[in-house]
């Protein structure tokens, strides 16, 4: 098995990664999820996050991701151009 790309945390400004996936709770609540393409074994989920914690609160800040649902085709998509770092 491939070990997977980790998602990228930043504390006080330094640079961590972490094993636990917060994106994919929040697609698993959707009727119809975006769908990701997995374009490298090194991430099977199609996508990679940033985020960051602040006022102990948990936010993504940036997505790296292979979207298969483009507008237009009825499923939900992710406008990565619209992401605010």
Same mark, same amino acid.
């Given at each position: 098995?491939?070990?997977?790309?980790m998602?990228?945390?930043?504390?006080?400004?330094?640079?961590?990664?972490?094993?636990?996936?917060?994106?994919?709770?929040?697609l698993?609540?959707?009727?119809?999820?975006?769908?990701?393409?997995?374009?490298?074994?090194?991430?099977?989920?199609?996508?990679?996050?940033?985020?960051?914690?602040?006022?102990?609160?948990?936010?993504?800040?940036?997505?790296?991701?292979?979207v *298969? *649902?483009?507008?237009? *085709?009825?499923?939900?998509?992710?406008?990565?151009?619209?992401?605010?770092?």
């Amino acid at each position: 098995m491939t070990a997977q790309i980790m998602e990228t945390l930043y504390i006080d400004g330094t640079k961590q990664y972490m094993t636990a996936e917060p994106f994919g709770d929040y697609l698993g609540k959707l009727e119809q999820p975006p769908e990701f393409i997995a374009n490298n074994t090194g991430y099977w989920r199609g996508y990679m996050g940033k985020w960051k914690i602040k006022d102990d609160k948990l936010f993504l800040t940036g997505l790296l991701a292979a979207v *298969s *649902s483009p507008p237009g *085709s009825g499923r939900p998509y992710i406008r990565l151009d619209k992401m605010v770092q």
